[in-house]
Nanobody, 118 residues
Framework: QLQFVESGGSSVEPGGSLTLSCIGSGFTFDYYTIGWFRQAPGKAHEGVSC????????WYEDSVKGRFTISRDSAKRSVYLQMNNVKPEDSGIYYC???????????WGQGTRVTVSA
């Protein structure tokens, strides 16, 4: 399984910004399309954004389009999520994983917590 260590989560007010980072290990980084997922309390994991391994094309869940930006740095084996104009519904634990996994995936890392509140 691909392994990631996520960081950058914090408490932020609505309308604020923060950047999440994850570092991958144990796999050939440039072979995989990697994404950010989140889990709100009591809810399933959902995909937030993905970035392709071959052409850096991106996908965003509708609710974050225009607010979040995903990027990757192969030299640092890292994927980033720039979150702007955050909303309370963006709160949750954010995880990195290979794009395409679903809530049944059993390889989630420790994640990083984002709390958006006034």
């Amino acid at each position: 399984q691909l392994q990631f260590v996520e960081s950058g989560g914090s408490s932020v007010e609505p309308g604020g910004s923060l950047t999440l980072s994850c570092i991958g290990s144990g796999f050939t980084f440039d072979y995989y399309t990697i994404g950010w997922f989140r889990q709100a309390p009591g809810k399933a994991h959902e995909g937030v954004s993905c970035i392709s391994h071959n052409d850096d094309s991106t996908w965003y869940e509708d609710s974050v389009k225009g607010r979040f930006t995903i990027s990757r740095d192969s030299a640092k084996r890292s994927v980033y999520l720039q979150m702007n104009n955050v909303k309370p519904e963006d709160s949750g634990i954010y995880y990195c994983a290979q794009c395409g996994v679903d809530d049944n995936y059993d390889g989630w890392g420790q994640g990083t917590r984002v709390t958006v509140s006034a």
